[in-house]
């Protein structure tokens, strides 16, 4: 009887570790609907992910004044995914449309996202250009941007998907002032 109790513990410990590993790329709710529009150059933004192998995750759709946020190439394939950390964009919505928010161009030496893996960026949303302290995230990327209030879409361009095309994936997401 102890055998069987021993058993049945371990099935249940083994099938609760895969619901966790199958898990850890599942998509949470965005807060963005279907209404919201992303830049016209982007494929998939991250509201309309549905079962796509590779996407692009926001960690958070709203970003106070003077925090972090970081996004997520998902590889949901069982084979490697090639990419430039310098492959990203970011935009911002005005009154007239999205506009490219400038910025300085970097050295592109690419790295492959492992089967099942991600690969982020790191995005300070500081409101001036000056650099952030330096201290536990080295890797930022646009951070000479001078954010203000709005909204913003980080995309990551040249993107492989299992047929081979190139597209751009983009994560929509909202700057608002310090509470």
């Given at each position: 009887?102890?055998?069987?109790?021993?058993?049945?513990?371990?099935?249940?410990?083994?099938?609760?570790?895969?619901?966790?590993?199958?898990?850890?790329?599942?998509?949470?709710?965005?807060?963005?609907?279907?209404?919201?529009?992303?830049?016209?150059?982007?494929?998939?933004?991250?509201?309309?992910?549905?079962?796509?192998?590779?996407?692009?995750?926001?960690?958070?759709?709203?970003?106070?004044?003077?925090?972090?946020?970081?996004?997520?190439l998902v590889?949901?394939?069982?084979?490697?995914?090639?990419?430039?950390?310098?492959?990203?964009?970011?935009?911002?919505?005005?009154?007239?449309?999205?506009?490219?928010?400038?910025?300085?161009?970097?050295?592109?030496?690419?790295?492959?996202?492992?089967?099942?893996?991600?690969y982020s960026?790191?995005?300070?949303?500081?409101?001036d250009d000056?650099?952030?302290?330096?201290?536990?995230?080295?890797?930022?990327?646009?951070?000479?941007?001078?954010?203000?209030?709005?909204?913003?879409?980080?995309?990551?361009?040249?993107?492989?998907?299992?047929?081979?095309?190139?597209?751009?994936?983009?994560?929509?997401?909202?700057?608002?002032?310090?509470?």
């Amino acid at each position: 009887m102890q055998r069987r109790s021993f058993l049945a513990a371990v099935g249940l410990g083994a099938v609760g570790s895969l619901a966790g590993c199958a898990g850890r790329h599942a998509i949470p709710q965005s807060r963005f609907d279907s209404n919201a529009s992303c830049p016209e150059e982007v494929d998939l933004c991250y509201h309309e992910v549905g079962d796509e192998a590779v996407f692009l995750a926001p960690k958070r759709e709203r970003v106070e004044m003077g925090e972090d946020t970081s996004f997520h190439l998902v590889n949901r394939q069982p084979s490697s995914q090639g990419i430039g950390p310098d492959y990203w964009r970011l935009w911002r919505q005005t009154d007239g449309g999205w506009m490219k928010v400038p910025r300085k161009s970097v050295v592109d030496p690419g790295v492959s996202i492992s089967p099942f893996g991600t690969y982020s960026w790191n995005v300070p949303v500081t409101p001036d250009d000056a650099p952030p302290q330096r201290d536990a995230t080295p890797d930022w990327v646009a951070e000479s941007t001078a954010f203000e209030p709005g909204r913003y879409c980080f995309t990551a361009f040249d993107v492989a998907t299992e047929d081979g095309e190139d597209e751009t994936l983009g994560a929509l997401f909202d700057v608002v002032e310090k509470r």
